[in-house]
């Protein structure tokens, strides 16, 4: 299996931890400012980027402006570890050339444009884009007093940490 597949799955797992461990209550409350987003909501967003890319078109495109945004899924634990064990076994079975040029579809703030990527670099952005929405999470779980028991939840791993101040 292909380092990208490797790196995407060990970040993906800390979604199923969090899904195990988060009420369907505490997964879709958005009462933490200043955005006023869920948890639900950010993992749901994750899911379907990756989705996008594994749904690739037969002219080897990739639109991730084509989201799914299943709302049920950003409120309810089981639906959304379903979501991401289906995501899982696709990534787990995938068998593409990851130096292959992709066509990307994305809307960067002027409309759609279609740019030239590698299957492996659009996975990279997936996984580093989990891991930004990650550390969004952390905020939200902070503001409603939960607390990760991965230290490492929403920190890229090249992120100097900072000790703790008491």
Same mark, same amino acid.
């Given at each position: 299996?292909?380092?990208?597949?490797?790196?995407?799955?060990?970040?993906?797992?800390?979604?199923?931890f !969090?899904?195990?461990?988060l009420?369907?209550?505490?997964?879709?409350?958005?009462s933490?400012?200043?955005?006023?987003?869920?948890?639900g909501?950010?993992?749901?967003?994750i899911?379907?980027?990756?989705?996008?890319i !594994?749904?690739?078109?037969?002219?080897?495109? &990739?639109?991730?402006?084509?989201?799914?945004?299943?709302?049920?899924?950003? /409120?309810?634990?089981?639906? %959304?570890?379903?979501? !991401?064990?289906?995501?899982?076994?696709?990534?787990?079975?995938?068998?593409?050339?990851?130096?292959? &040029?992709?066509?990307?579809?994305?809307?960067?703030?002027?409309?759609?444009?279609?740019? /030239?990527?590698? !299957? %492996?670099?659009?996975?990279s952005?997936?996984?580093?884009?989990?891991?930004?929405?990650?550390?969004?999470?952390?905020y939200?779980?902070?503001?409603?007093?939960?607390?990760?028991a991965?230290?490492?939840?929403?920190?890229?791993?090249?992120t100097?940490?900072?000790?703790?101040?008491?």
């Amino acid at each position: 299996m292909d380092i990208i597949i490797q790196s995407t799955l060990k970040t993906l797992y800390k979604s199923k931890f !969090l899904l195990e461990t988060l009420s369907d209550n505490d997964f879709c409350d958005c009462s933490v400012s200043p955005y006023y987003s869920s948890v639900g909501s950010h993992i749901r967003h994750i899911l379907d980027f990756y989705d996008c890319i !594994l749904n690739m078109d037969s002219e080897r495109r &990739i639109d991730l402006t084509a989201r799914n945004r299943n709302k049920d899924v950003e /409120s309810c634990c089981i639906l %959304a570890a379903e979501y !991401l064990n289906k995501i899982i076994n696709q990534l787990t079975n995938i068998d593409y050339n990851f130096d292959e &040029i992709v066509t990307v579809i994305d809307d960067l703030g002027t409309g759609k444009i279609e740019m /030239s990527y590698t !299957l %492996a670099a659009v996975l990279s952005q997936a996984n580093s884009h989990t891991i930004h929405h990650y550390a969004i999470i952390n905020y939200i779980l902070d503001g409603l007093e939960i607390s990760m028991a991965d230290s490492d939840f929403g920190y890229n791993p090249i992120t100097p940490k900072r000790a703790k101040l008491n």
